[in-house]
Structure formats: structure tokens, C-alpha cells
């Protein structure tokens, strides 16, 4: 069964960090461009950053210089660390593994960031 679960998501203050991790199951998830996205309340879901197979990363220009995308294939795993968080960053965070910058075959189930300012 194909699988993606996100933690460390939390409550924390503006300026703080999070660290974000997204584990796969039931699929090898070197070969998948991995991407990020978050929702907000009342917005819809946008793109935030994309780590390819190749460890190339890509940002939305928001979170640029603030988030890093790193992945550890031999824990089949992805993370998100996020530094200087806003208010604006406050969401609930996806992964979702494709075969290209923004393209989803498989989803995670997500997990909130608050940002309290």
C-alpha cells in the first residue's frame, strides 16, 4: 500500500523553525521528485518547494532563504526544514512524490504549522 506521512508540524512562534518530515511506504521514493505544498485557511493548496531525484530544490519566492529541502533516500524519506516562520506561514503542509516540479501521483495526509506572532 503506497503511503506518505508527514510529521513534525506543530505551534510555534514567529521566527522560530520546524522541521518537517514526510516518510513513504510502499514505493521507493528516490526516483520521485518530491514536492511540498500547504493550504491555508480559506486559500487554496500552492506549491512551496521541490526536491528532485537529482537533490536539485526549488522554492516558491516566498519561503526562499527560509526553507531547505533535503531528502535521505536511505530512509525513504524527505524533510522541509523551515526557519523564520511567519504568521503567513501557518498552513497545513503536504508532500506528495511526482514525476516532475509541482506534478502529484501520491499524496501525504498532511500536518498543520501554526505560526503565532
Known amino acids: 500500500q503506497v503511503q506518505l506521512v508527514e510529521s513534525g508540524g506543530g505551534l510555534v512562534q514567529a521566527g522560530g523553525s520546524l522541521r518537517l518530515s514526510c516518510t513513504a511506504s510502499?514505493?521507493?521514493?528516490?526516483?520521485?521528485?518530491m514536492n511540498w505544498f500547504r493550504q491555508a485557511p480559506g486559500k487554496e493548496r500552492e506549491f512551496v518547494a521541490s526536491?528532485?531525484?537529482?537533490?536539485?530544490?526549488y522554492y516558491v519566492d516566498s519561503v526562499k532563504g527560509r526553507f531547505t529541502a533535503s531528502r535521505d533516500n536511505t530512509k525513504n524519506t524527505v524533510y522541509l526544514q523551515m526557519n523564520s516562520l511567519k504568521s503567513e506561514d501557518t498552513a497545513v503542509y503536504y508532500c506528495?512524490?511526482?514525476?516532475?516540479?509541482?506534478?502529484?501521483?501520491?499524496w501525504g495526509q498532511g500536518t498543520q504549522v501554526t505560526v503565532s506572532s
Open positions: 506528495a512524490a511526482g514525476l516532475g516540479i509541482g506534478q502529484v501521483n501520491y
Open positions: 510502499g514505493f521507493t521514493l528516490s526516483t520521485y521528485t
Open positions: 526536491i528532485r531525484s537529482s537533490g536539485r530544490t
